[in-house]
C-alpha cells in the first residue's frame, strides 16, 4: 500500500507539474473509475493546490471543486513533464501543455466541494501527519500514549485516527533507527521514548520524499543479518490486520 510519504511525493510531484495551470485536457476513460461521467468537469478549472493528508491526497481547482484520492493498496498516480500519460486506460487523466498527470485503481476517488471536504468524518478523524509543517512531535507523543493504551507499539502506530500516514514499512524502520521493538506496550513507553519513535518515523518519510526511496535496514530482511549489531531479524504478523513486523530482538528492546 502506497504510504503517507509516497502521497506527499505525488502531490510535491503534481504541483510542480500542474499547479497554476489551467486543466486544459481532463478525462476518466476507464468505465470502472468513479469519475468515468464527471472528470471533464475539471476541465477549464486550474489546479490551486495538491495536498497529503496522511494517505489521502486532495487537489483542489478553482470553482471550490477537490479530487480526493486514497489509492488503497494497488493505486497508484504517474505524473510526467513531458505530456506522455501511461499506456492504459486510467481512472483519471488530467493535462495542461506538456505536464500531466494520471491516477489509476485505488480505494477513493472523487470529485467533491470544498466545503464537503472540510466537514468530511474520515479526514476530521486523522491524526497528525508528520510531514505537514503543523505536526508536533512533543503533542504527537502524548496523543500516542493516551490512544495507544493497550496496545503494542508496532500496532497503534497504524492507526490512522492516532498518528496518519505511518504505514508498515515506514513503522518497521521508524522503530528500527529508535532502536525500540515494536512490541513493545505502549503502556509502558515514557514521552521522550514516544517522541524518539514518532520523529524517527519522520526521518523515515522525509528521506523518501526527497529521494523517491524510502530507507530500508530491516523491512522484508530476515534472511540478512542486523545491519547494527548481525543479529537474526525476526517477523511475525501483528495486530488484528496482521501486517508482518520486523525488528532485531537484540537491538530494539
Given at each position: ?19 497554476g495551470?489551467?486543466i486544459?485536457?481532463?478525462g476518466?476513460?476507464n ?20 495536498e497529503?493528508?496522511g ?7 478553482s470553482?471550490?471543486?477537490v ?22 486506460r ?10 500531466a ?8 476517488l472523487r ?7 472540510r466537514n ?5 478523524q486523522l ?6 509543517p ?9 496523543r500516542?500514549l493516551?490512544?495507544?493504551?493497550g496496545r503494542e507499539l508496532?500496532?497503534?502506530?497504524l ?13 518497521v524502520e521508524g522503530?528500527?533507527?529508535a ?10 513507553l ?17 528521506v ?9 535496514s ?14 537474526r ?7 488484528d ?13
Amino acid at each position: 500500500m502506497p504510504e503517507g510519504d509516497t502521497i506527499h511525493r505525488a502531490a510535491r510531484r503534481l504541483n510542480a507539474a500542474l499547479r497554476g495551470e489551467e486543466i486544459q485536457r481532463a478525462g476518466a476513460p476507464n468505465a470502472r473509475s468513479p469519475l468515468h461521467h464527471r472528470a471533464e468537469e475539471l476541465q477549464g478549472r486550474t489546479l490551486e493546490l495538491a495536498e497529503a493528508r496522511g494517505k489521502h491526497l486532495l487537489a483542489h481547482f478553482s470553482g471550490g471543486v477537490v479530487v480526493h484520492s486514497h489509492l488503497g493498496m494497488n493505486g497508484r498516480w504517474r505524473i510526467a513533464a513531458d505530456g506522455r500519460l501511461p499506456a492504459g486506460r486510467p481512472w483519471l487523466s488530467l493535462a495542461s501543455g506538456r505536464a500531466a498527470a494520471a491516477q489509476t485503481g485505488g480505494q477513493i476517488l472523487r470529485l467533491v466541494s470544498e466545503s464537503r471536504v472540510r466537514n468530511d468524518p474520515g479526514l476530521m478523524q486523522l491524526g497528525p501527519d508528520p510531514l505537514r509543517p503543523e505536526f508536533d512531535a512533543a503533542a504527537a507523543a502524548v496523543r500516542l500514549l493516551e490512544m495507544g493504551r493497550g496496545r503494542e507499539l508496532g500496532d497503534a502506530l497504524l492507526d490512522q485516527r492516532i498518528i496518519a500516514g505511518i504505514g508498515n514499512a515506514i513503522r518497521v524502520e521508524g522503530c528500527f533507527q529508535a532502536r525500540i521493538s515494536p512490541w513493545r506496550p505502549v503502556d509502558e513507553l515514557d514521552r521522550g521514548e514516544a517522541e524518539r519513535v514518532l520523529l524517527a518515523n519522520q526521518r523515515v518519510m522525509r528521506v523518501t520524499v526527497e529521494r523517491g526511496r524510502r530507507p530500508r535496514s530491516i523491512y522484508r530482511g530476515t534472511r540478512d543479518p542486523c545491519p547494527r549489531c548481525g543479529g537474526r531479524i525476526q517477523s511475525r504478523g501483528q495486530g488484528d490486520a496482521n501486517r508482518t513486523a520486523y525488528w532485531c530482538p537484540a537491538c530494539q528492546i
